[in-house]
């Protein structure tokens, strides 16, 4: 090992500062670096844990993880140890931590992590949705091509889907996905998990993208049932596979699709409609 330094990934509460571990009240205390993606935020939820930090607390967050990353492996390699917490859940998932924990493992330097709540996998739980096979997705693009272009690769996921996204942009997010999965996939909308107003709604995503263009406001993650595949149903992917063949080989795409719909016995505008937005 590069000296004795160690990397903490410090699991955060998602809402409740009483859900944090012993263990991480004591890491905070007594880690030489604490870094955080909010510092405010840290010395606020170290207040309500009545917890003294001793070391030096350094910002961490999406602007400036490039730089600090390299800054803060010096440090580890120096054989301190160096504490990364994020505003709510684990460090590097849809949250900065990835880069100095790829740095660390590649200069040999040790690498551990303090379990604590996740909002994927809390979400996931309450959902109702089946949870022994799923898959996180992070945020959606914002621009609506990108966005529609990536759900639509995810139209055959048979995993159940796990999403964050920015209240402002919910039911946009959610009309795409009934555009991509279809209006009644199973879906459950998850907002401000553990905290005061916590509130989980279940039903269609078309039925949920209604309610949600009213506006809705907090912590969101999105939970999708993943595609039931019918025996005798053909793959998506292979028929616009097979549309992309026959245009290669000369015809035109107009007409590709057509007969490629016919011989799937699907509606002609459904498959137009997956070719177009994987283009």
Request: hydrophobic share 45%.
């Amino acid at each position: 090992m590069a000296g004795d330094g160690k990397l903490v990934l410090a699991g955060a509460p998602i809402g409740q500062a009483g859900d944090v571990s012993p263990r991480l009240r004591e890491v905070l205390g007594s880690a030489d670096v604490v870094a955080a993606e909010d510092t405010r935020r840290l010395r606020r939820l170290a207040a309500e844990l009545g917890v003294v930090i001793e070391g030096r607390v350094v910002s961490y967050y999406d602007q400036n993880e490039a730089g600090r990353a390299q800054e803060l492996l010096e440090v580890l390699e120096q054989g301190r140890t160096v504490v990364i917490i994020t505003d709510a859940g684990m460090p590097g998932v849809s949250d900065p931590g990835y880069r100095l924990t790829r740095l660390a493992v590649e200069a040999g330097i040790t690498v551990t992590a303090l379990p604590g709540p996740s909002a994927v996998t809390t979400a996931l739980a309450v959902s109702g949705l089946p949870s022994d096979r799923f898959c996180f997705e992070g945020f959606p693009p914002r621009k609506p091509g990108d966005r529609a272009r990536r759900l639509a690769a995810l139209a055959g996921e048979e995993r159940t889907m796990v999403f964050f996204e920015a209240p402002h942009r919910l039911a946009d997010s959610l009309a795409a996905m009934a555009e991509a999965f279809g209006a009644d996939r199973e879906a459950a909308v998850c907002r401000e998990l553990t905290k005061t107003y916590e509130e989980v709604r279940r039903g269609g995503l078309g039925e949920l993208a209604e309610w949600a263009a009213a506006g809705v406001k907090g912590e969101i993650t999105i939970v999708v049932a993943g595609h039931v595949h019918v025996a005798g149903e053909t793959d998506p992917d292979e028929l616009v596979a097979e549309v992309d063949r026959r245009v290669a080989e000369g015809a035109q795409r107009k007409l590709a699709i057509a007969d490629v719909a016919k011989e799937a016995g699907i509606p002609k505008r459904e498959l137009y409609d997956l070719v177009h937005k994987r283009l």
